[in-house]
């Protein structure tokens, strides 16, 4: 069985910085391709960035230049790096696993930036 668990959130004050896991379990890692989403109240999810299996990174444009996604296969674990947070990156963040058509979700860790 597959479980994702995210940690890493809070609440950090505008500019400032966090980094999110996300540690899987019950699958083969390397051959996932994985992905960092997140909700704010009263919108949709969102994709804010995703890495291949073999490590290609694509961000939504209102992320790009702020935050980094990364790899650790050997740890089976996905981060994402947030640098100059804003307001509007505030939101439950979510990471996804994506393995042979199907996908997984986390629980979800809140990230909250005050102004």
């Known amino acids: 069985q597959v479980q994702l668990v995210e940690s890493g959130g809070g609440l950090v004050q505008v500019g400032g910085s966090l980094r999110l896991s996300c540690a899987a379990s019950?699958?083969?890692?390397?051959?996932?391709?994985m992905g960092w989403y997140r909700q704010a109240p009263g919108q949709e999810r969102e994709l804010v960035a995703v890495?291949?299996?073999?490590?290609?990174?694509h961000y939504a444009d209102s992320v790009r230049g702020r935050f980094t996604i990364s790899r650790d296969n050997a740890k089976s674990t996905v981060y994402l790096q947030m640098n100059s947070l804003k307001p509007e990156d505030t939101g439950i963040y979510y990471c996804?696993?994506?393995?042979?058509?199907?996908?997984?979700w986390g629980q979800g860790t809140q990230v909250t930036v005050s102004s």
């Open positions: 890495i291949t299996r073999a490590g290609e990174t």
């Open positions: 019950g699958i083969v890692f390397w051959v996932t391709n």
């Open positions: 996804k696993l994506d393995s042979s058509g199907r996908s997984n």
